[in-house]
């Protein structure tokens, strides 16, 4: 599959002029993301997230490497066409309805009537805002409203590829979870989307491969699935007899017994095979093997600290 984005050794300086240092934002940053899938792109404030987007974007310049958009150059204008932004907080004139708002973007993009129309009605309905607000000033919107718009003008142009920067955040539940289903529906209607996001939940929920940085650094990425595996097994047995039960626990530590089962909460992996050998060769009965699984929170956690993360 085409990588609808594509970077290499992407770097990012600035100069402190007042303490006359250099500031590394992003370093030597390498990644791919595939056409078609929905990626998350992880890290804490200051991390270099924004700043890595405004360069794939081509509002600011890389000092060092190369990337490429949807197979073109970092400013390529043909690219551009097919890129939308959603940034985190977006401004747009209160004074105008959501209609209007849509009507300006479409306008920006050349879109004729009675083309325009039709597309502001899909959009607004992709991010379900009742039809009661579509012409009301956007001063009456609630957080989750504005949101919706700013969805709905990120995809007015039909685009390729969408980068969406905390799109979710400040949302009370309900709209919480219908912004990411939302994500998700933009996701299966075959749209790249470059998620920014510290809502964790979410991003496990709604993306199929992720990165984490820090300090401009990529530190892990792959996908979640992959990157939440977690070391160790829980395995239930019965019919076990106390000589078999001590066995066990030298084999393996902790052992639960309760209503004639056996309960180990955590094993090694490796250790299974001989688990299982142990309660066969004694007639005993295999219940479950259950792998445990860390959160993505906890694999941020984990993987931030050890990278000397404060």
Request: with cysteine.
């Amino acid at each position: 599959m085409a990588a609808a984005i594509s970077i290499k050794g992407l770097t990012k300086k600035y100069l402190d002029v007042w303490n006359k240092t250099e500031i590394t934002a992003v370093d030597n940053l390498n990644l791919e993301v595939e056409e078609g899938e929905v990626f998350g792109f992880l890290g804490r404030n200051g991390a270099g997230k924004t700043t890595t987007i405004k360069m794939l974007l081509g509002l600011i310049f890389p000092t060092e490497g190369e990337a490429s958009v949807l197979g073109k150059p970092l400013g390529d204008i043909e690219a551009k066409a097919q890129v939308s932004y959603l940034p985190e907080n977006p401004y747009f004139y209160d004074n105008m309805s959501g209609w209007d708002v849509l009507d300006f973007y479409g306008r920006l993009f050349r879109i004729g009537e009675p083309e325009r129309s039709k597309r502001i009605q899909k959009v607004l309905e992709d991010v379900r805002l009742d039809p009661k607000a579509w012409k009301r000033p956007l001063r009456g919107y609630s957080k989750g409203m504005m949101q919706r718009i700013g969805i709905a003008q990120a995809l007015i142009n039909d685009p390729k590829l969408l980068f969406l920067d905390e799109p979710t955040s400040g949302l009370d539940p309900i709209a919480h979870a219908e912004l990411r289903d939302i994500i998700v529906n933009v996701g299966k209607q075959g749209k790249t989307v470059f998620l920014s996001s510290h809502q964790l939940p979410d991003v496990e929920m709604v993306c199929s491969r992720v990165s984490i940085i820090h300090r401009g650094k990529l530190l892990a990425m792959g996908p979640i699935s992959e990157l939440t595996a977690g070391e160790k097994v829980e395995i239930q047995a019965e019919g076990i007899q106390n000589g078999v039960l001590e066995k066990l626990q030298s084999l393996t530590g902790a052992v639960e017994q309760s209503q004639g089962r056996i309960r180990i909460p955590a094993t090694d992996a490796d250790k299974v095979s001989d688990v299982i050998d142990i309660v066969r060769g004694a007639k005993g009965k295999i219940i479950s093997v259950i792998p445990h699984k860390r959160t993505l929170e906890e694999v941020f956690v984990d993987t931030v600290l050890k990278a000397g993360g404060d």
